[in-house]
């Protein structure tokens, strides 16, 4: 007897299950790990992969040598008196280079597009040629003979003629500044660099000319025994601020000190001139007042004592004057 058969419906969903049973196997299958490629960058930006790039990095070009523009080469530069017309087409090929025209210059090896324009010397300021303007230099300027320069660190300095000193010089003129004069006893140098007799001043000039010391100490102005006293009491160290804070100019200063090589004599001709321009107003306390701002305050208390007791000078301890 025939088994029955098995119906087509059973076979359908037989292979229906198979399907199924596959499908889920092959969502259950663990994933396999996917890892990002990030390509690698050095901290300063190159890439390590790139050996171009790295040998760009890390060319230098010897001293007298410039990088190319396309940074894959030196070229030599150009030397003093020429300019770069092209650069070089590879490391062992030359950059050309062409000589400056009339004119111009460049002065140092360089790596120039053009040359430099020389400079004009300024008749108007009475400048003249020292040296012409060679393709290797520029243009030097400067003033004639007996002339010097004012404002000599500018390119627009003015020349003038030096003063001629009938009575000598206490410094001779130079290219950068005029002579100072030697006058006469009874004369005064002006601030125009002339000697003119006293009994013709008039003004502030007549501050420069000397005049007998008659005062009292303490009334209008210190005689010579007071300011001999002064001088042995300051520190030498300090001296020229001291004589500044009273009002004196560096000019005078300058003059002074070259008029009189004596370290003392030259003190005691700047309190001198200080007396002679501040006139009632050159007291010892006006003296006391500047060594105490100069926190000098023992200095101050020494004149003053020195003064009193017409003892021989003590120098101030240093502990006076720090």
């Not at 300011?227 to 300090?238: G, I, N």
């Not at 560096?250 to 005691?268: F, K, M, S, T, V």
């Not at 009632?280 to 500047?290: C, W, Y």
Request: with cysteine.
């Amino acid at each position: 007897m025939r088994s029955p058969a098995l119906p087509r419906t059973s076979l359908g969903t037989v292979i229906l299950i198979f399907v199924c049973v596959l499908t889920k196997e092959s969502v259950e299958i663990t994933p396999v790990p996917y890892r990002l490629q990030v390509p690698r960058v050095a901290l300063d930006g190159r890439d390590p992969s790139n050996p171009l790039r790295r040998e760009k990095k890390q060319m230098h070009c010897q001293l007298g040598q410039y990088l190319h523009p396309r940074k894959t080469h030196c070229c030599m530069r150009c030397h003093a008196g020429t300019y770069k017309a092209k650069d070089c087409d590879g490391p062992d090929q030359a950059t050309v280079c062409l000589p400056c025209s009339n004119g111009t210059f460049t002065a140092v090896d360089n790596t120039m597009s053009k040359c430099f324009q020389c400079k004009r010397c300024r008749t108007a300021l009475q400048q003249i040629v020292e040296t012409p303007c060679t393709p290797k230099q520029d243009t030097v300027c400067g003033c004639q003979k007996n002339q010097y320069r004012i404002d000599s660190d500018s390119e627009y300095f003015q020349c003038r003629n030096c003063s001629s000193c009938a009575d000598g010089t206490i410094t001779s003129c130079s290219k950068s500044k005029d002579a100072i004069c030697r006058c006469k006893p009874q004369f005064f140098l002006s601030r125009s660099n002339i000697c003119k007799p006293c009994n013709s001043c008039t003004g502030e000039d007549c501050l420069l000319c000397p005049s007998p010391v008659t005062t009292s100490p303490t009334s209008s102005g210190p005689n010579p025994a007071v300011l001999y006293t002064v001088v042995d009491h300051v520190p030498p160290s300090r001296w020229k601020e001291f004589v500044r804070r009273l009002g004196l100019s560096d000019y005078d200063l300058e003059r002074i000190e070259l008029e009189h090589r004596r370290l003392r004599d030259a003190q005691y001709e700047m309190l001198r001139l200080w007396k002679l321009q501040t006139g009632h107003a050159a007291t010892l306390e006006h003296i006391s007042r500047v060594l105490n701002q100069m926190e000098l305050s023992g200095c101050s208390d020494a004149v003053q004592e020195a003064l009193l007791n017409q003892t021989s000078p003590q120098p101030c301890s240093l502990h006076n004057h720090l």
